[in-house]
């Protein structure tokens, strides 16, 4: 390629834009990104893994080049397509699943650098829409999620299978993810088709070299947590103990290395713990699945003693247990002593002297007792009060926190004063819990006035989360500052306790502290406590007063929240919470540095870009965000820059972050010991065609290899290779993947019946032990096996487990008997065997031994035609509704033999029109619409035939006949 001859100096080294520039250890890792035409990136968190991908993609945006990136998220593609456009005349374009293929064609002929989902590509290139030769390379983001079985890992089979001079290049900032499994270094380096590997750490000579060059100023802010903390900790520490010793015992095949304290800090514990758990769930006691939830409850309570205020904190516990008093659920972790003293604290904490009046609702004295001030805010005051930053020092203090709410909460507390916020808190709670006691004193604090609130408060936070969403979506296409930061402005010039009155903008972030996000995390709270233990928990429930959160707010005193009546009954200003707003002179932000549960470094990188801080506050400590910091100060060595990192001494918040430190640099000293040990295979990234040659032949059918024994030894022509007709819902999964790799050959379609067609004979619909249960209480397969097996001769029902997870389909305490129940699985699928006797049940322990099913069945079949398979159904819609209708059976039989009318859209028709005669009358567009196109067309022409005359023909006296019946019936 001529575009990668030109030296990266000359792009990026003296770009106008400081955040995207290029650090000269960055260079070195762009320069290998080059020099390799396969390579894979492995650099730490917050170490400019974003200003790489621009510089890469950058030097691709050509038209007379054709460059796919795949992998990236949403977010990441937004940003990506922002700094790309202001640096090019061809900018990158964004592939999704809303363009039809004639506009996927233009794209792909357009050129230049096009982001794509994985599974658009697929389907594009398996159909050839897009020509493999004409890709000029691949570019790989988050490529520890690539696997042998992955989306990602079958595009990049199918390009190397086909181009052989095209380029691979992978990047990663996720060093963990190269670690988790055996050999996954090298399984994730063959699956990328790539065998050259660069890995950069934080503790590279040449890194740690530049980088101590210029260094901001650190101050490590150790504040000690109270008596009260440290209690509620130690609580919590022995309640997570308990419940995961717990779980141990009920379920001893769980792996005990990722069942720790430790683990349980991190957000991927409860990914892992359901991963486990999903193929028995549906076979689990009540007991147990409440148990995984309360361990997820229990997590959220661990990181909230950090950052909520004690009486959020006290009411997250309090409507966790009305929660569950309502609804009567039985909680391992409530029953023990540990849980007595959480409550007990957590209480002492809010009413440190006197006990709660939670039934009065008249104004507090002023000598009662107040809450307990978190320790940080105090300390928060104490460096912005400091004296290197008063009003002469013209400076900008950017204070990072993790979550939106945390950051709303501090602009308010540092416009208002900790006593203001913490009384709006607690009469927030005194009016809830005045409202729980009087509805327990009438006896209707039940399950049902739970569900009634539940509606109501959940369309608020609908309605709040759709308008959050499609401000988001705005502004990463027009924003140019970062997208999705909740940045609160406050002028330092009042640095106690208490200011003045802030901008009306600033009112609306107030409120919305205490109105908004409040109330999404409370749900969330009694959601995790007291749903029901199924599979899906997807409602939202909350137990509530009747009062709205505007009469609550009507009751706060003026005087004592330092905040008007007006500006707190102001709806929350969305647009503004998006944006960022400086007061001119000294000012101070708040920012965001977690989106959607999710922390962008780039987006932090932006921040500090636009804001220039001179002082940062690190309210929340985050390893990568850190580390932008030391990139910004060698980007800007002639700031002097001041870093204070505020963390609780021995609390969970202070583990968890030398966790991410340990973890990261274990993961990197594996990834190194494992480069070095590492056997690469011949060929491996595919350009020689060696490895292509064997993977496409090595479970190739018997009958394609040629015979010694015929024409003397000579070699015959390529065997046809098995084709397979794969519905486009199932590239959702592995198993496409896998049956290309034993070498046959997919072909995408939408299937109307099955999910997969391995002859004119032969349909397969694919179940995994999930899916099958679903399917069967609902009904839903009843249905898919009546289609398949009125076209298919042999329908097959394929079920998927896995085995190295023991599953089984009866329930605990469940026994075979002779009798059918219906609550039973196993007789819900006997009683399927029964009624579809031709119905075929195929057991498969993996998608590997599905695959060579499938080998096996296809021998001496005829291949399957894509567009019969596809045609078959398309008119099979049964009409759920039209069960409850009972039809007269003269005219429906006259009806069933009419042409163009089935089995699979008779009720359809009888349900859509009165009456035969009101069939006679349809228009022809109507009677396609409800019969189907082609079937349509067939009853149109029989009950409308003006070919020959009306008397003669037996059609025209079928449709008069057919007209005489309706009006006797």
């Not at 505007?550 to 102001?570: C, F, P, R, T, W």
Request: charged content about 25%; overall charge negative; proline content about 5%.
């Amino acid at each position: 390629m001529a575009s990668d001859s030109k030296q990266p100096d000359e792009f990026f080294t003296t770009t106008a834009n400081p955040s995207l520039q290029l650090l000269p250890f960055q260079v070195t890792m762009f320069q290998h990104l080059l020099s390799k035409p396969d390579t894979l990136l492995v650099l730490g968190r917050g170490m400019g893994y974003h200003r790489l991908l621009v510089s890469l993609l950058r030097v691709h945006c050509d038209p007379k080049s054709l460059v796919l990136v795949i992998n990236t998220n949403p977010s990441a593609t937004a940003m990506l397509l922002e700094d790309l456009e202001a640096f090019t005349n061809h900018p990158p374009i964004q592939m999704t699943t809303e363009q039809l293929a004639p506009v996927r064609d233009s794209m792909y002929l357009r050129g230049g650098v096009i982001f794509v989902t994985s599974r658009i590509l697929v389907v594009d290139l398996l159909t050839n829409r897009l020509p493999v030769e004409r890709i000029t390379g691949i570019v790989v983001a988050r490529a520890d999620r690539v696997t042998s079985t992955t989306s990602e890992a079958f595009i990049l089979r199918l390009f190397r299978h086909a181009n052989r001079t095209g380029f691979i290049k992978a990047i990663s900032d996720n060093p963990q993810g190269f670690v988790t499994g055996y050999n996954a270094l090298e399984k994730i380096m063959k699956s990328l088709w790539v065998s050259d590997i660069s890995i950069w750490p934080r503790f590279e000579k040449s890194i740690n070299q530049y980088l101590s060059t210029t260094t901001p100023h650190t101050f490590d802010v150790n504040v000690p947590m109270t008596r009260t903390m440290l209690l509620i900790q130690q609580s919590l520490t022995e309640i997570l103990s308990a419940c995961l010793a717990h779980l141990k015992r009920i379920r001893p095949g769980l792996e005990t290395e990722f069942l720790t304290v430790e683990r349980g800090l991190f957000s991927s514990f409860d990914l892992i713990l359901r991963r486990q758990l999903d193929p028995v769930w549906h076979t689990l006691a009540p007991q147990t699945k409440q148990l995984v939830n309360d361990l997820k409850t229990i997590r959220s309570l661990v990181l909230f003693l950090d950052q909520y205020d004690p009486v959020a904190f006290f009411h997250y516990l309090e409507t966790i247990r009305t929660g569950i008093t309502a609804f009567n659920t039985n909680s391992f972790w409530l029953m023990l002593d540990a849980t007595d003293d959480l409550y007990s604290v957590a209480k002492q904490r809010v009413f440190p002297k006197e006990e709660e009046t939670a039934t009065s609702t008249t104004k507090r004295k002023a000598h009662a007792p107040r809450p307990e001030i978190p320790p940080k805010w105090l300390e928060l005051s104490k460096l912005l009060s400091d004296a290197e930053l008063d009003d002469a020092s013209k400076e900008t203090v950017l204070i990072c926190v993790k979550d939106d709410r945390t950051a709303m909460q501090l602009a308010q507390y540092l416009s208002h004063g900790a006593e203001a916020v913490l009384d709006l808190q607690l009469r927030r709670f005194e009016k809830w819990k005045a409202s729980l006691i009087r509805l327990s004193s009438k006896g209707t604090l039940n399950e049902s006035v739970v569900e009634k609130h539940m509606g109501r408060r959940a369309a608020r936070i609908a309605k709040r989360r759709e308008r959050l969403k499609r401000t988001r979506q705005a502004q990463e296409v027009k924003s140019k500052r970062v997208a999705g930061a909740a940045t609160a402005a406050t002028s330092t010039t009042n640095k106690g306790d208490k200011s003045a009155v802030p901008s009306h903008a600033n009112a609306q972030q107030a409120d919305d502290v205490d109105g908004g996000d409040s109330d999404l995390e409370l749900i969330q709270a009694v959601e995790a406590a007291t749903s029901a233990p199924s599979h899906d928990q997807d409602e939202v429930v909350e137990v509530m007063s009747d009062e709205s959160d505007e009469d609550l707010e009507d009751d706060i005193d003026d005087s004592q929240a330092n905040l008007g009546e007006a500006e707190m009954l102001e709806a929350p200003d969305e647009d503004f919470r998006r944006h960022f707003a400086l007061i001119k002179g000294q000012s101070t932000a708040i920012v965001s540095m977690q989106q959607e549960g999710f922390v962008y470094s780039a987006q932090f990188a932006k921040c500090l870009e636009d804001l220039c801080p001179t002082v940062i506050v690190f309210y929340d400590p985050l390893l990568s965000c850190a580390r932008e910091v030391e990139l910004y100060q060698c980007t800007h060595p002639e700031t002097t820059l001041r870093v204070y990192m505020m963390k609780y001494s021995e609390s969970f918040q202070e583990q968890q972050f030398l966790s991410t430190i340990s973890h990261d640099k274990f993961a990197f000293t594996r990834i190194i010991q494992a480069k070095g040990s590492m056997a690469r295979q011949k060929d491996q990234d595919g350009r020689l065609g060696f490895r292509q040659a064997e993977e496409r032949q090595l479970h190739a059918a018997p009958k394609a290899l040629p015979s010694t024994r015929k024409g003397g030894g000579q070699v015959l022509a390529e065997a046809v290779r098995p084709k397979v007709v794969v519905d486009m819902r199932e590239f959702r999964s592995t198993l496409p993947s896998i049956i290309h790799s034993y070498g046959m050959d997919v072909i995408p379609v939408t299937l109307t019946i099955g999910d997969y067609i391995l002859s004119p004979e032969v349909c397969v619909e694919r179940k995994s032990l999930p899916d099958l249960i679903g399917s069967l209480n609902s009904g839903r397969l009843y249905s898919q096996a009546t289609a398949m097996t009125a076209h298919y001769p042999r329908a097959v029902l394929l079920i998927e487990f896995d085995e190295k997870q023991p599953f089984t389909l009866m329930g605990k305490g469940e026994a075979l008997s002779d009798d059918i129940e219906f609550r039973n699985t196993m007789s819900k699928l006997t009683l399927l065997t029964l009624v579809f006797p031709n119905l075929r049940i195929f057991w498969s322990s993996s998608p590997q031994v599905t695959a060579e099913m499938f080998m096996s069945i296809k021998k001496h079949q005829a291949e399957p035609d894509a567009e019969l398979a596809a045609s078959l159904g398309e008119d099979v819609a049964p009409d759920q509704e039209g069960a409850r209708y009972q039809y007269a059976g003269g005219p429906r039989n006259l009806l069933s033999k009419m042409p163009g009318v089935t089995e699979h859209n008779i009720k359809r028709i009888m349900h859509g029109v009165e009456s035969l005669a009101a069939l006679v009358k349809l228009p022809k567009e109507r009677v396609q619409e409800l019969a189907g196109k082609a079937n349509g067309q067939l009853l149109w022409d029989f009950l409308h035939n003006t070919d020959t005359n009306a008397s003669d023909t037996p059609s025209t006296i079928s449709a008069t006949s057919a007209v005489q019946t309706a009006k006797s019936s």
